[in-house]
């Protein structure tokens, strides 16, 4: 049979003064288990806004492709496919306009849309293919037509 442990001086059992080994084995290990998954957390967080982040800026890009491809249409447009100027005016604002509406996800907005027929004519005067050609992100002359789709 065993004895309990007698009491010291002080009315104190030998083994019963603090935790046991296993007990702070055990609570350590615990204390390591949460920083670990806390860390877990945090690097995949982190993870996460590096992928959005990426992911954003390839769409921006896209985007800036596209209003490019706008410009350069607008630039290269015949007079077969429009009539007058109010048309051509109309149609290239709308396609950059469009821009901001299919790269939404991406926060994506028109900065410049700005496609103006060469001054002195009226919208109703039959486009001057060459006049569009010329076409710059500049305000439009009397030779030239404004040309400017820009993303941001």
């Not at 509406?101 to 907005?109: H, I, M, P, R, T």
Request: aromatic content about 8%.
């Amino acid at each position: 049979m065993t004895r309990a442990p007698q009491p010291d001086r002080r009315g104190n059992r030998r083994g019963d003064c603090g935790l046991t080994t296993l007990e702070w084995l055990l609570i350590t290990s615990a204390v390591a288990g949460l920083a670990a998954l806390a860390v877990v957390l945090v690097q995949g967080r982190v993870s996460d806004s590096a992928e959005r982040i990426s992911l954003s800026e390839a769409w921006l890009a896209a985007a800036i492709h596209t209003a490019w491809a706008v410009e350069t249409d607008a630039r290269g447009a015949a007079a077969s496919d429009f009539e007058l100027w109010a048309d051509w005016e109309s149609h290239f604002s709308q396609e950059c306009s469009l821009i901001a509406v299919l790269y939404a996800g991406a926060e994506v907005a028109v900065a410049h849309n700005s496609f103006n027929r060469a001054t002195g004519g009226t919208a109703f005067d039959a486009i001057a293919v060459s006049y569009a050609a010329a076409g710059d992100e500049q305000p439009a002359t009397a030779s030239k037509a404004q040309v400017q789709c820009e993303v941001r």
